[in-house]
Each structure stands twice: as C-alpha cells, then as structure tokens.
C-alpha cells in the first residue's frame, strides 16, 4: 500500500527547503524540479556504479519529460571514493556539462555522493542549487537533511567541506528495497542516535518496531524517516554550523570517524562504525560518572537488535588519540565529546582528559 506523502519545512530563512517524504515520488521529480525553478533548463545527475543501474534511468527519464536537459556523472561505490581525486573528476564533469549559476547538480545516492556533489555544488561558480534524492537509510534519516558536504582526507573524514543546505530533498522509501541488507542496518544506526540524544520515546518506539525496520515495512519505515529527519531540521534550525547544540548530533562519531580512518575505510560502513562509537561514548558516560551503571548495555542491546556490529577493534592507544586529534570536530586543541546523562538526554564535554581516554581503550583491550 502505497504510503501518504509527508513534508517537512526546514526554516532557514533564504535558504529554506522542504524535505519531501512519498513511497513511489521519484518519477515525480521532474514536475518537482520545474515548480521550483520555474522553468526547465540544464541538469547535472551524480550517481554511483551501484545506484545508477537501479534508478538513474527513471530519474533522467522523469526531467527530460519536463523538459530538462540532463547530464550525468557516475562516481565509484563506497566511502574508500570520497576522495579529492573523484570530487575532481567530477567538477570536471560540472565544467562539461556547463551549468550556470541557478541551474541544479543533482545528488541520486547514499551519503557519499550527496557529500560530495554537496560540497562540489558549494564551489562550482561559487554556488549553484543542489537537489537531494537520497538512495539510503542513512541518507533518508540523516545525511541527505542539513547541509553538511565533505570530502575525506587520509588525515580524517570529512575533513575538506563546507555548509550549504540543498534546495530541495526528495525521498522516496520505496527505493530502499533495493539496499542490501548491510546498508539498512548501516542505517539504522543514526536512527537509534535521534533517540540517544534527544527523544527517550522514540528510543523506545524504535526498539519495540526493529523487526519492522529490518524488514523495511513500508509505514514504519516512513514514520521513522519523517520522525528522524524532523530530529535532524530541529537542531539544525537552531544550530546550523555546528557553534554548539548540533554537535549533539555527532554522538560516537568522533570514535566512530577515527575507527573509519585507522581502518582506511574499507572495513567499516559509516553507521556501522557509528554503532562502535556510540558504545564507546556509552562507557565513557558511566566511566566519567555522568550516567548510571546500565547505560552501555541498554544501548548496546539495542544497536544489537538492529544487528549492528557491537566488538570494538583493537587498536593501540596512541593510535586513538591520533587518529581522533584529526576529527574535524574538534575545539582549539580540545576534542569534543558527545556524552550521554541518560537516553534521550545528550551534552557536549569538552574537558574529556587523555588519561580518561586510556582508561577507555584499555577497558575495551
């Protein structure tokens, strides 16, 4: 049964967009397209080698049928692409394809190509429009909604970026069916996060209906796509470059991103290292005193039931410490901390010793 359409408005001021939530839309973006810009003009589509063969086709099918001209570009799969070489290439394509500054580069895919075309949309003529239709969970509940573009460095994630909020996000849940099973569980990760740090009910709401996530039930996966995304625009409103309350949203990243980085990401998918952070960040909460006994287990046991990976790797750790000495969020010299009180209840420390962080890695040796 196909489920009703959803929207929501993320109040920027100018830069304002609608977040636009319908099983079965994606053959509607073109009429989307052409209301907003007013008329149909010149397109550029960023895709992956994965997602292209599924979608792209309909997706150019539906512009052109409006009237849009419409060139694409084909990225590499995985986060191991997002990288300065591929974000050239396509900013070539960008050159090629001739856009002028109000016609729109086109995010089809998960949270690396609407990275990367995000952050190549900020720079190409300073500024061009940057549609969202996000393929993933993770992209769907998170990545897609904000505004946040990046490329990664060998030196950490996301490294080289740059704010700038797209004009529209289009999601279609219905493309989901698509996913491998790995990638929903990828995704639901940053799910489970909205509960942790701001939303108890809905931690609870998400564990009674994971088996319904997992099997990617049509309106249960809808209400949590609205319900996360809505999380996502509140503390972005309220916070939109990261001065203080959206680092909330960066709970076991901070771990989660150096796991990425020391493993030179190929072995973890994002929302998995996620999960790996987010039970660090755990521990280290109960460890410092600022939570009660349990409150590990209680997220881990629901990272488990979203069948997330829930061993922590072992690494030295000096390597740690380096490897989190290069998140991006970090304050002077000072690493950030996003820590937990209790579920739905999250803070920024920034006065996290490196000691305490030995202690940490070594309860995990």
């Given at each position: 049964?196909?489920?009703?359409?959803?929207?929501?408005?993320?109040?920027?001021?100018?830069?304002?967009?609608?977040?636009?939530?319908?099983?079965?839309?994606?053959?509607?973006?073109?009429?989307?397209?052409?209301?907003?810009?007013?008329?149909?003009?010149?397109?550029?589509?960023?895709?992956?080698?994965?997602?292209?063969?599924?979608?792209?086709?309909?997706?150019?099918?539906?512009?052109?049928?409006?009237?849009?001209?419409?060139?694409?570009?084909i990225l590499p799969d995985g986060?191991?692409?997002?990288?300065?070489?591929?974000?050239?290439?396509?900013?070539?394509?960008?050159?090629?394809?001739?856009?002028?500054?109000?016609?729109?580069?086109?995010?089809?895919?998960?949270?690396?190509?609407?990275?990367?075309?995000?952050?190549?949309?900020?720079?190409?003529?300073?500024?061009?429009?940057?549609?969202?239709?996000?393929?993933?969970?993770?992209?769907?509940?998170?990545?897609?909604?904000?505004?946040?573009?990046?490329?990664?460095?060998?030196?950490?994630?996301?490294?080289?970026?740059?704010?700038?909020?797209?004009?529209?996000?289009?999601?279609d849940p219905q493309v989901l069916?698509?996913?491998?099973?790995?990638?929903?569980?990828?995704?639901?990760?940053?799910?489970?996060?909205?509960?942790?740090?701001?939303?108890?009910?809905?931690?609870?709401?998400?564990?009674?209906?994971?088996?319904?996530?997992?099997?990617?039930?049509?309106?249960?996966?809808?209400?949590?796509?609205?319900?996360?995304?809505?999380?996502?625009?509140?503390?972005?409103?309220?916070?939109?470059?990261?001065?203080?309350?959206?680092?909330?949203?960066?709970?076991?990243?901070?771990?989660?991103?150096?796991?990425?980085?020391?493993?030179?990401?190929?072995?973890?998918?994002?929302?998995?290292?996620?999960?790996?952070?987010?039970?660090?960040?755990?521990?280290?909460?109960?460890?410092?005193?600022?939570?009660?006994?349990?409150?590990?287990?209680?997220?881990?046991?629901?990272?488990?039931?979203?069948?997330?990976?829930?061993?922590?790797?072992?690494?030295?750790?000096?390597?740690?410490?380096?490897?989190?000495?290069?998140?991006?969020?970090?304050?002077?010299?000072?690493?950030?901390?996003?820590?937990?009180?209790?579920?739905?209840?999250?803070?920024?420390?920034?006065?996290?010793?490196?000691?305490?962080?030995?202690?940490?890695?070594?309860?995990?040796?």
């Open positions: 049964m196909k489920t009703l359409a959803q929207s929501y408005r993320v109040d920027l001021g100018s830069r304002s967009y609608d977040i636009h939530i319908e099983s079965g839309c994606l053959p509607q973006i073109g009429e989307r397209l052409t209301s907003l810009f007013g008329t149909a003009s010149r397109c550029l589509i960023v895709s992956n080698d994965v997602v292209a063969p599924l979608y792209l086709q309909q997706v150019q099918a539906a512009l052109s049928a409006a009237g849009w001209s419409v060139a694409t570009h986060e191991k692409n997002k990288n300065m070489q591929q974000w050239s290439l396509m900013m070539d394509a960008l050159m090629a394809a001739k856009l002028s500054r109000n016609e729109p580069i086109i995010a089809l895919g998960g949270g690396v190509v609407g990275d990367m075309t995000g952050f190549a949309a900020s720079c190409y003529r300073r500024g061009i429009p940057f549609i969202q239709i996000p393929t993933t969970v993770l992209a769907q509940v998170d990545s897609s909604v904000g505004g946040k573009t990046a490329i990664n460095h060998p030196h950490g994630k996301n490294m080289i970026g740059a704010f700038y909020q797209p004009k529209l996000v289009w999601i069916n698509t996913l491998a099973p790995r990638e929903v569980r990828a995704g639901l990760a940053e799910v489970i996060k909205y509960g942790l740090i701001r939303d108890a009910n809905y931690f609870t709401w998400l564990n009674d209906n994971i088996t319904s996530l997992l099997a990617l039930d049509e309106t249960i996966i809808s209400q949590t796509i609205l319900r996360s995304c809505a999380h996502k625009a509140e503390v972005v409103m309220a916070d939109e470059t990261e001065q203080g309350q959206r680092a909330l949203l960066n709970l076991g990243h901070t771990f989660g991103h150096a796991i990425e980085s020391m493993t030179h990401y190929t072995t973890y998918l994002h929302g998995e290292a996620v999960s790996l952070g987010t039970i660090m960040a755990a521990r280290l909460s109960v460890q410092l005193g600022f939570a009660a006994q349990g409150l590990e287990e209680k997220v881990k046991q629901s990272l488990q039931a979203a069948e997330l990976p829930t061993e922590i790797p072992a690494f030295s750790t000096d390597a740690w410490l380096d490897a989190m000495g290069h998140d991006k969020k970090n304050v002077g010299s000072k690493i950030r901390y996003i820590l937990l009180r209790d579920v739905g209840d999250a803070f920024i420390a920034e006065d996290v010793k490196d000691d305490d962080i030995r202690t940490l890695i070594a309860s995990f040796l």
